[in-house]
């Protein structure tokens, strides 16, 4: 099954992506700011990324930006509550597969991660 950097400040939203997703076959490796997503991204290989907009040291989207010089074909599927974040996010789209919204359903996760994995984004920009 796919290996998933988890990057989301929350604690209570990363316990319960990291237990759901690991419940249904996944891999998590999770981590709680943008800058330890990075040094997690760096030293390991990933199938997705799944982070957080809003969170401190490095938000998604600069996380995102970051990986796709990298890994331009790494999926990235975004997660986040604030509607002004997600619109930032969708002016994006040439490098990020979604955008999650909290709050989200187990299920709602499970098939936006299992679209991300078999959507790659285009990486092409407009």
Do not use: C, W
Request: charged share 25%; glycine share 6%; net charge negative.
């Amino acid at each position: 099954m796919a290996k998933i950097l988890l990057a989301e400040d929350e604690a209570s939203v990363r316990e319960f992506v990291r237990r759901g997703l690991e419940s249904h076959g996944y891999d998590v490796v999770d981590v709680a700011d943008g800058g330890a997503a990075l040094e997690k991204l760096q030293a390991g290989a990933f199938d997705l990324l799944l982070a957080d907009i809003v969170m401190p040291v490095m938000d998604g989207i600069a996380l995102a930006l970051k990986l796709s010089a990298d890994r331009p074909h790494m999926p990235v599927l975004l997660m986040t509550g604030y509607a002004m974040e997600k619109q930032r996010a969708h002016n994006l789209d040439f490098l990020i597969t979604d955008v999650l919204s909290k709050p989200f359903t187990l299920e709602q996760l499970l098939k936006a991660v299992r679209h991300a994995l078999t959507n790659p984004p285009k990486n092409t920009a407009p």
